[in-house]
């Protein structure tokens, strides 16, 4: 019954809630003259961290500073007492604020001020609390002395070096080092554990050293302290060579027992781990074992996420940086060598200290307003939520009628002056806590007016403008605008006043002249505030100037002539090239234009008319091009080749419309190429400021034309003139034109829902544009509901493109739609769509899987389907799994590889064809179920074998010639035989061209691989068609042709040589050709004696000429005889006179070399002997020094003349 009634409490009170109108906080504007009078509760803006750990050579300082009016003071408790600092002389407080400065300069230690701090700040209006700061002195304590006894270990057992350091604040950093400073190498086998520990998975001899040492570095007092080494010695069962070391063999060869893996770090099979939200989770597993074993890590039901998960210290730690819940679990390490693997599993559980879901804010009320503050909080355990006021609980506080806890709400009814106070919302759980202050400050102030008094504002004519009135009350006055003191107040129409109190006028004209005051009432009083508004005519350049070319010497003039309202002073510059125009002595300006006499090549360029007055301004521009005389000539000008024409001038807006306007412009010169289309250009500041983009093209005939624009969008345009040469440069800008909001227009595109999780939809589209906006202040409007049920829409707003929606059932269908709004209304609603929530695993597994009609190459498959609802998702297909185990063929190795087909078949019996198997071979398979993201658990698995078929070609076929008449065939074993080979058949032919002879059959046993084939003709080309047989019959061909043989002509050549016939020929010619030559020989050497006596009283020539064919051409006197008379002379001279000088050789070429005897050496006075009746004796005497000199004769001794000559 009790409980009863407080569930009846507490919907009353829900319902109460609901009918409950709260009035909306007061924001307090930062204006300076309302802080300065505005009355608040302290607030504390710094404070020192939760966990404070100062460095013990360091002053304390602990801040604690707050704001308020009046300004707060400030006290402290230390262990939950109040906390005298005046006794203290070591204790001060910085002035103005509550920051604790602790020196230690007169002594002290640091150490006696540990303990838990909480700043008090109070003043007339409420108290705030800091944090409960506990401070605490960083420590790096002595590591302890120990004697630390050698550690000795037999090669391939598994140690562990411990660390232990000092507990130091914070912990100290750990890592291991030798005596040399250098740190002890770490790798797979090696390496330092969570908690500081060197851990050796199994040890080699070369880790026996002397200097292991685990050294702790402390944060704060950038000390380092090394603990004893530790010496270990290794001991071996076989002599140990250093040299003998490498990686891959650390033993050098020595038998060392392997062991399989076990744990070092943690121990057992089982253990836990908590850690908290947000913290950094570190899970370690460290093996022992020989070889050293590899560490993988997995989640049971899950995947690891990769995108948080890293794996360090050589895969035995697993780092997540940030836990949230879903990273609870179970995480299972696997250690695996050879030799097996084991497994730890570590129960992962993730608590949480309390964490902000809504966070109190201050709250600024008006007598008899209403108002409430949330403090919410989540954690694991879920937090107790506690609230106090100005730092006592609020049970034990005056009883405050309008004031009501609820939980975790605090409701404020008709709240009244002098209840303004500071509440403390306190979330805290076994892991932390949370402290948040809150005021609630209870103002009552008359309006006041916080702009200008009397403010003059004056806007062009047509232009939107807006009046500003900023105003402040409590409570919140209300604003009204009158013009010229009349009237029952400005809202509607073009006008528009603003929550802020700003007034907007849509299109200010003339009659929009005039005192506008603002007026903001409420029970405290009013106050008012005066601005006057003054529409002034636009000032625009009425005769703009123009392009022209100048003779250089003449005189140029650009017109600016302007109008503007007669009330503001305008100013008229001129710039050239963008740069500002120094007029000097030379150029001249008027109040219409600008003249520049005596033209010369550096007055070209582009010239500018700015006219400004105090609110606007406008420009126009012309270029001015310099000529020589003779560029005024017509038939010169139109010898000159087109060019591009000049960008257009004087853009003018006129006939304004909501989302169109007319764009008026003159043409620039066209440069003998008609100007064939104009692109306009516009640019927007609201979306993307700067970046022109295309609107639309128009005719080259038109120059005024009327734009269709978007709503909301403040454009300028610009125009670019087109003809056959190329593009002009943009026109200057346009005035600016803003058109008017208005409700989208455009539907979401790409609208649709689907699941990411199982118990949610996420319902997305793509965004509008920004020029599709029309307006500001642009969300969505989404509806759902479930399909064919029949339930009511939901809906909700956003501003994002995507909404989800959670808790669904798994794979439903919603109806969607979707609507664009904006501060103008709603645009229209998109068709509605079907979309689904997410899928989940399917349940169910397919049953009664079974195989028929196997066959070599393909089996027929069947199964019963699983029930649709079991599917939990879109069906996509039946998915098989099929490996093929192993070949039916003794001794062939296969690799199983795992393979998957997907079947479409909604019937409830369905069946199919798993084709492209392996013949003679054992397979094994399962099927499940499958969704878009899921597949479901496996139905039974069943192998069967498939029949023998025909083998696959052999592996290769090699073709090699060894002999004259034998060919010699070489092949291999399939690489499938498919079945038991029986043997092999070769089949060939003889090839001719295109003609092919009988084919002949040869078959061989399987055990045979080669094969000799004698040719019955050599020159004969064959054709082979090679095929292993199993017993279904003859498997896939291995074709090869005898190739053409490169040594058949140097064949035939050798065999014509082992005729007798040809060798007898060979003989006689041989023997008559060495008779022919013997003759030769004899009958020359019968005349070789020079005939001298005819001619030995004839001189002889300084130079003695040669004939072509190398003799020597004798001259009588200075004359040169003609060739023909010596040749006719050498022609009637003997048969001896014609023949070579004994001694002399014939070349290789058949040209006869110089004789050693010859002429030469002796006309020139040599020792040469003469007999008595004066014959040439020359080649029985010793040689003159020229045989030394001419090398490249030959020597009497090898001639073969002479040889010849003695035996005659």
Request: net charge negative; glycine share 8%.
């Amino acid at each position: 019954m009790l409980g009863q009634g407080r569930h009846t409490a507490l919907a009353l009170m829900s319902l109460l809630l609901l009918l409950w109108h709260e009035a909306t906080p007061i924001e307090v504007p930062q204006d300076p003259k309302i802080q300065q009078d505005l009355k608040q509760p302290p607030t504390i803006v710094k404070q020192s961290v939760k966990d404070y750990i100062v460095d013990p050579r360091d002053n304390i300082i602990i801040e604690c500073e707050a704001k308020g009016n009046p300004v707060p003071s400030f006290s402290w408790r230390r262990n939950g007492k109040f906390f005298n600092i005046g006794k203290d002389p070591r204790v001060t407080m910085r002035k103005r604020s509550g920051t604790l400065e602790i020196g230690f300069r007169s002594g002290g230690r640091p150490e006696d001020y540990e303990g838990e701090y909480q700043c008090f700040t109070s003043n007339d209006f409420g108290a705030a609390l800091s944090n409960k700061i506990l401070l605490r002195v960083s420590k790096a304590p002595l590591w302890p002395k120990e004697v630390l006894e050698p550690v000795v270990v037999t090669e391939g057992s598994p140690l562990v070096l411990p660390c232990n350091p000092p507990p130091g604040l914070p912990p100290p950093f750990t890592f291991w080092m030798n005596s040399a400073m250098t740190p002890i190498p770490q790798d797979k086998r090696v390496s330092m554990g969570l908690n500081g520990d060197l851990y050796f998975s199994n040890v080699v001899a070369q880790d026996a050293h002397t200097d292991y040492s685990c050294n702790a570095r402390f944060l704060f007092t950038h000390t380092i302290q090394q603990k004893n080494p530790f010496t270990l010695k290794v001991l071996t069962k076989e002599p140990y060579n250093d040299t003998s070391y490498n990686a891959t063999d650390p033993y050098g060869g020595r038998k060392v027992a392997e062991s399989t893996p076990t744990f070092l770090s943690p121990s057992g099979s089982e253990s836990s781990k908590m850690v908290l939200r947000d913290e950094q989770l570190l899970l370690e597993c460290i093996a022992a074992g020989l070889p050293t074993p590899t560490i993988k890590w997995f989640k049971k039901g899950g995947d690891l996420p990769g995108h948080k998960v890293k794996f360090e210290n050589f895969n035995k730690t697993l780092k997540i940086i940030s836990v949230s819940e879903e990273d609870a679990g179970e995480y299972v390490c696997m250690a695996n060598s050879h030799l097996g693997s084991i497994r730890h599993s570590i129960s992962v559980q993730v608590k949480a200290a309390p964490y902000w879901l809504d966070k109190p804010t201050d709250l600024v009320l008006a007598p008899d307003e209403n108002g409430r503050l949330v403090c919410r909080a989540n954690g694991n355990p879920k937090p107790t939520i506690q609230w106090l006021i100005n730092g006592q609980p609020i049970d034990s506080s005056p009883l405050n009628p309008s004031r009501q806890v609820l939980g975790d709400t605090i409701i404020f009814r008709s709240v009244q002056m002098g209840s303004s106070a500071v509440y403390q919302c306190n979330a805290s759980n076994q892991h932390g806590y949370l402290l948040a202050n809150a005021f609630v400050s209870i103002l009552d102030m008359p309006p006041r007016m916080l702009g200008p008094k009397n403010q003059l504002i004056k806007v062009i004519e047509n232009n939107r403008t807006f009046l500003d009135c900023p105003f402040f009350g409590s409570p919140l006055p209300e604003l009204r605008w009158f013009k010229n003191g009349q009237g029952s107040g400005l809202d509607g129409g073009q006008y528009r006043v603003y929550i802020n109190g700003t007034l907007e006028i849509k299109r200010a004209r003339a009659e929009d002249e005039g005192t506008y005051t603002c007026v903001a009432n409420s029970i405290l009083g009013k106050a008012e505030n005066q601005v006057r508004l003054e529409v002034k005519e636009q000032t625009r350049i009425v005769k703009f100037p123009e392009h022209q070319s100048a003779i250089r010497g003449s005189t140029a003039r650009f017109n600016c002539k302007v109008k503007s309202d007669p009330s503001l002073p305008v100013t008229v510059t001129w710039t050239k090239d963008d740069k500002f125009l120094y007029l000097g002595w030379r150029l001249r300006k008027d109040d219409e234009s600008l003249t520049i006499p005596n033209v010369n090549e550096g007055d070209e360029g582009t010239y500018t008319c700015t006219v400004k007055s105090e609110i606007d301004e406008d420009s126009a521009s012309a270029r001015l091009t310099v000529l020589e005389e003779a560029s005024l000539n017509p038939s010169v000008s139109s010898a000159l080749p087109p060019d591009r024409p000049d960008p257009p001038m004087d853009l003018d807006l006129s006939d304004p419309a909501a989302r169109s306007v007319r764009l008026t412009w003159i043409p620039g010169n066209d440069h003998r190429s008609t100007i064939t289309e104009f692109l306009v250009e516009f640019e927007e500041d609201r979306w993307e400021p700067g970046r022109w983009q295309n609107l639309s093209t128009y005719p080259g005939d038109l120059n005024s034309v009327i734009l269709q624009l978007a709503p909301f969008v403040n454009y300028q345009f610009r125009v670019i003139a087109i003809n056959s040469v190329g593009q002009s440069q943009p026109s200057s800008p346009s005035p600016r034109y803003k058109t008017s909001g208005a409700a989208p227009d455009v539907i979401p595109r790409g609208l649709r829902g689907w699941g990411s999780k199982k118990d949610n939809m996420e319902i997305t589209w793509e965004p509008l544009l920004d020029l599709e906006r029309n307006g500001q202040n642009l969300h969505y409007n989404v509806w759902w509901r479930r399909k064919d049920v029949g339930e009511e829409w939901s809906n909700m707003t956003t501003e994002g493109s995507k909404h989800i929606i959670h808790n669904t059932e798994t794979y439903v269908p919603y109806e969607i739609k979707v609507q664009a709004r904006n501060e103008f209304g709603p645009g229209p609603e998109s068709n509605m769509v079907i979309g689904y929530s997410g899928e989940d695993k399917p349940t169910d597994a397919p049953t009664d899987l079974r195989v028929s009609k196997v066959d070599s190459t393909k089996a027929n498959i069947h199964w019963k389907s699983v029930d649709p609802n079991s599917v939990q998702g879109e069906f996509k297909e039946y998915r098989l799994y099929y490996c093929r185990e192993s070949s039916l063929v003794p001794g062939l190795m296969v690799s199983k590889e795992n393979k998957t087909k997907g079947f479409y078949s909604t019937t409830p019996q369905p069946s199919s064809i798993l084709s492209d198997l392996v013949p003679y071979s054992k397979y094994k398979m399962f099927i499940v179920v499958a969704n878009s993201r899921f597949e479901g658990p496996p139905s039974n698995s069943v192998e069967f074998s498939t029949k023998e078929g025909v083998p696959d070609a052999p592996r290769f076929f090699r073709i090699n010639r060894r002999s004259f008449d034998t060919i010699y065939l070489e092949w291999d074993k399939p690489l499938e035989p498919n079945g038991i080979l029986t043997g092999y058949q070769l089949k060939y032919q003889t090839v001719n061209g295109s003609r092919v002879g009988r084919q002949q059959l040869e078959t061989f046993l399987p055990n045979m691989t080669d094969f000799t084939l004698r040719l019955p003709d050599r020159s004969t080309r064959y054709k082979f068609l090679l095929s292993a047989l199993t017993q279904v019959g003859a498997g896939e061909v291995y074709a090869e042709e005898s190739p053409h043989f490169t040594n058949e002509a140097y064949i035939d050549q050798v065999d014509i040589a082992t005729q007798g016939w040809f060798i007898g020929l060979m003989c006689a010619i041989a023997l008559i050709i060495l008779i022919l030559l013997i003759v030769c020989f004899i009958k020359r050497s019968r005349g070789g004696k020079y005939p001298v006596r005819d001619k030995k009283d004839l001189p002889l020539d300084s130079v003695d000429q040669k004939d072509q064919d190398g003799s020597f051409d004798y001259q009588n006197g200075s004359s040169v005889p003609d060739r023909n008379e010596n040749e006719n002379r050498s022609l009637e001279s003997s048969d001896e006179d014609n023949k070579p000088l004994q001694g002399s050789q014939t070349s290789l070429d058949g040209n006869v070399k110089e004789s050693d005897d010859s002429l030469v050496d002796y006309g020139e006075g040599g020792d040469g002997q003469f007999n008595e009746d004066g014959s040439f004796i020359g080649q029985y005497t010793v040689k003159k020094d020229k045989d030394e000199t001419e090398g490249n004769e030959s020597s009497e001794a090898t001639s073969p003349v002479n040889a010849i000559y003695s035996l005659a």
